[in-house]
């Protein structure tokens, strides 16, 4: 049971942190990607009009969290107070600028909320990264079961440490880099003309990127974590993220060199959940890990939920999801295809 | 601790008054809208078409500040209430899930299309795609008010090994017969606020002499639905809501009514002040036995004042709880006045040429959200000192490792941010209405605005 949820909860996170790192992506790209005002619109309607759709999925982990694992939630939403705010704000931030910045077609209008669209997505991306990297490295985790972490300490990434130090920022960057890289995948095969042929340059070069930084985080969480690596050869869904992530960028690699765009995004999907997947399996069954000593470390079995409840929630929750895709494929079979410069950026006047 | 209490109490208030003040405008005019569409699809009449966009357009400002606005809230049980979420979450959490899974997934797919997305759609899709909205944003108010009600009422749940609370039944968790009142009492209240809205835009439109047509289509829209409404928001469920409190929080309804003492023939305050250190209410305007008629339905009932409970079970704010009782109260009872006033008028087809009717319409829109919040008020102080009635205390349920210095400051950063949303929200809506109906048409470029 406990199995289950933790592989759900695993699934609702991978759904995020693909579709809305292809939105947080193109965002960030937005700037480089489209210079005139004509082209910057097309990068929101690229993302458009299903992009809350794909933030919903962060919404409905934090309530699965909340049923399954109440104990984990506590803990680390407390402990992470003062970064969870900054992520609010910034998804505020986000959700507001592509709501209104079409309404007016005046352009300093545009340029504000152009400019706070693209910030706040390099924020979102930033601080995912660096949730990321919190969580396999680990939290100052004592006695009591309890955190509190500060934005910084000293950068080491043991002991008392805080959510900024060398390996959570090259995490972050590493996260930054590679959504705007499935970012530009996206948009490749959602635009035309000139943003189409840019994105598809930035492609090839931000990939390139990936896969170096890709090297220097694993050696480094080899370095923070080493029993991660050496735990992985007996867990089957290890194995499996490993592979997406080599098949993954080998589709987006041969998918960018020949203009198969759909084979590009698809690549870049598996790649990103290939490396969540690999990540949260090497971590199981320990769902917090105490910097500080092993044995503070919060695991999934000593953590969850009573039994009935879950029970019950099994039985609801895939009837939910299957409602959420029949949603989904209803708004996006309307959505395939080339964004329509026509059709899809908002009428101001 | 004693900080960090104060100051979550208040970033929750804070937050959560504000976030639904746009909520309740999506629930109310969602049903509205889909009305115009059907009548646009039914009657192929462009004016329905016209007043569906129109509106479309008001309620994606609305909905993308409310989804914002939202987002904090769910976080909050987490970051400032994590000890009340290790002890609640495996029952609330239930709700609050399936609120993001069956609600928040519908509404998020749909809004958009709906908003700007009528081209790409066809009318029949676009309809259901709005329908969808409108149910997704009513079903995410059957969720919260559940979890409320569980708060308030507490139903469905047992105690687990380790001290908390555990789920021992869904069914009697989901029908609480809390919910079910509240989230009616809610709703209904929704369509007052959206009702309103409509009324007033109408009447700005008729006092300026614009957009005619539209002008009367939204005063008879607004002024009927805002009849109904406000009748079935105080009976029968106001009603009902009123009775519960007396039977399930006695304590609640005590404050509510300034009722210090026990005692037959309950009499009902309409005027005046609470006086909590002298146990009185200062110059009140008083009307014999009908408390104990309202409350438990015959004159001679008994209704227990503060005196019958241990002083640390009061709410702990009496006068507020009092005024916003009150306050809800005695607008509900305004609303049914005009919204009649102005129906008699428009069955004598005078509502148009009543100029005078027409600026108390336009001007009333504020005032459901004062009702709706005053009525918020009243549910959530008279809860306390409870986080679960009865079951746990708000003082309990704060973050342990947060300091107070901390919640201040993100308490500072959600009113500058606000602030700003609001000014945004108002400026763009402005605009919206000034603009008027006819907007941008299916067939061809925007129109230019001629007036």
């Known amino acids: ?349 | 601790m004693e900080e960090t209490l104060f100051w979550s109490r208040l970033q929750f208030a804070f937050t959560i008054t504000y976030h639904y003040l746009f909520p309740q405008l999506t629930m109310g005019l969602a049903w509205i809208i889909v009305f115009f569409k059907w009548r646009h699809v039914k009657t192929g009449e462009e004016r329905y078409g016209d007043a569906a966009r129109f509106w479309a357009r008001i309620f994606g400002i609305n909905f993308g500040v409310g989804v914002v606005t939202g987002i904090p809230m769910e976080f909050q049980f987490g970051t400032n209430w994590a000890e009340f979420s290790k002890f609640s979450g495996n029952v609330i959490g239930q709700t609050l899930a399936m609120e993001g899974m069956f609600a928040f997934f519908l509404e998020s797919a749909m809004v958009g299309a709906m908003v700007w997305g009528e081209k790409r759609l066809g009318p029949r899709n676009h309809f259901l795609a709005t329908a969808g909205v409108a149910l997704g944003s009513w079903l995410s108010g059957y969720f919260i008010l559940t979890t409320n009600a569980f708060m308030q009422h507490p139903a469905g749940h047992s105690a687990a090994a380790d001290g908390t609370l555990q789920l021992a039944n869904l069914a009697a968790f989901l029908l609480n017969p809390w919910a079910m009142i509240m989230f009616l009492h809610n709703q209904c209240a929704a369509l007052v606020t959206g009702s309103f809205v409509v009324a007033a835009v109408g009447a700005l439109y008729a006092l300026r002499g614009r957009h005619a047509e539209q002008a009367s289509l939204f005063l008879k829209t607004g002024t009927l639905v805002g009849l109904f409404s406000c009748l079935l928001v105080a009976f029968p469920t106001g009603d009902q809501q009123a009775k519960m409190v007396a039977k399930h929080q006695p304590v609640a309804l005590a404050a509510m009514e300034g009722r210090f003492h026990s005692g037959t023939n309950a009499e009902l305050n309409i005027i005046g002040q609470p006086n909590v250190r002298e146990q009185r209410i200062d110059n009140p305007v008083r009307v014999p036995s009908v408390l104990s008629i309202l409350a438990f339905g015959h004159v001679s009932a008994n209704v227990q004042g503060l005196d019958s409970f241990p002083e640390d079970e009061w709410p702990t704010n009496i006068e507020l709880l009092y005024y916003a009782f009150h306050i809800m109260a005695g607008l509900g009872t305004l609303f049914i006045l005009l919204m009649g006033i102005a129906n008699f008028q428009r069955w004598r087809g005078r509502l148009e040429k009543s100029r005078g009717l027409l600026w108390v319409l336009m001007l009333a829109f504020p005032f459901p959200y004062i009702a709706t919040t005053a009525g918020w008020m009243t549910a959530e102080l008279g809860r306390q000192p409870w986080l679960i009635f009865k079951l746990y205390r708000t003082s309990q349920g704060v973050s342990e490792v947060v300091s107070g210095g901390d919640v201040l400051f993100t308490l500072i950063g959600f009113t500058g941010l606000y602030f700003v949303l609001g000014v945004l929200y108002l400026f763009l809506i402005g605009r919206e209405i000034a603009h008027g109906p006819q907007g941008v048409s299916l067939t061809g470029k925007p129109e230019v605005s001629h007036d």
Request: with cysteine.
């Open chain 1, 1 to 349: 049971m406990i199995e289950i949820w933790y592989a759900i909860l695993c699934f609702m996170l991978v759904m995020f942190v693909v579709l809305e790192g292809f939105d947080i992506g193109a965002g960030i790209l937005q700037h480089v990607a489209g210079r005139t005002d004509a082209e910057r619109r097309m990068v929101i309607a690229a993302i458009g009009p299903l992009w809350s759709w794909h933030e919903v999925w962060l919404v409905a982990f934090g309530g699965v969290l909340f049923v399954a694992f109440p104990a984990i939630l506590a803990v680390s939403f407390a402990g992470f107070y003062l970064a969870f705010f900054l992520l609010l704000w910034a998804l505020v931030l986000r959700g507001v600028s592509i709501e209104v910045s079409g309404h007016i077609a005046d352009p300093l209008w545009r340029t504000a909320w152009h400019f706070i669209f693209a910030a706040s997505n390099v924020l979102l991306a930033i601080l995912i990264g660096a949730a990321l990297g919190n969580v396999v490295r680990g939290v100052p985790l004592g006695a009591g079961g309890k955190f509190t972490l500060s934005f910084f300490t000293n950068f080491s990434p043991r002991g008392g440490v805080g959510i900024l130090d060398w390996f959570t920022i090259s995490v972050a960057v590493f996260i930054l880099v590679t959504f705007a890289a499935h970012g530009a995948n996206g948009l490749v095969l959602k635009t035309e003309g000139p943003v189409h042929d840019r994105s598809l340059r930035i492609a090839r070069l931000l990939w390139k990127a990936v896969l170096a930084l890709l090297v220097v985080v694993t050696i480094e969480t080899w370095q923070v974590r080493p029993e991660l690596f050496s735990g992985m050869t007996h867990k089957p869904f290890a194995w499996l993220g490993l592979i997406s992530v080599i098949s993954g960028l080998s589709a987006v690699f041969t998918g960018l060199r020949s203009k198969r765009e759909l084979r590009a995004v698809i690549g870049s999907s598996v790649f990103i959940a290939g490396l969540m997947i690999s990540g949260a399996a090497s971590v199981f069954p320990i769902m917090l890990h105490s910097t500080l000593a092993p044995e503070y470390s919060l695991s999934a079995y000593n953590n969850a939920a009573a039994g009935h409840g879950l029970a019950v929630a099994l039985v609801w929750w895939p009837v939910s999801l299957i409602f959420s895709v029949a949603y989904f494929l209803f708004i996006y079979r309307h959505y395939t295809g080339k964004v329509k410069p026509t059709d899809d950026t908002q009428q101001p006047y």
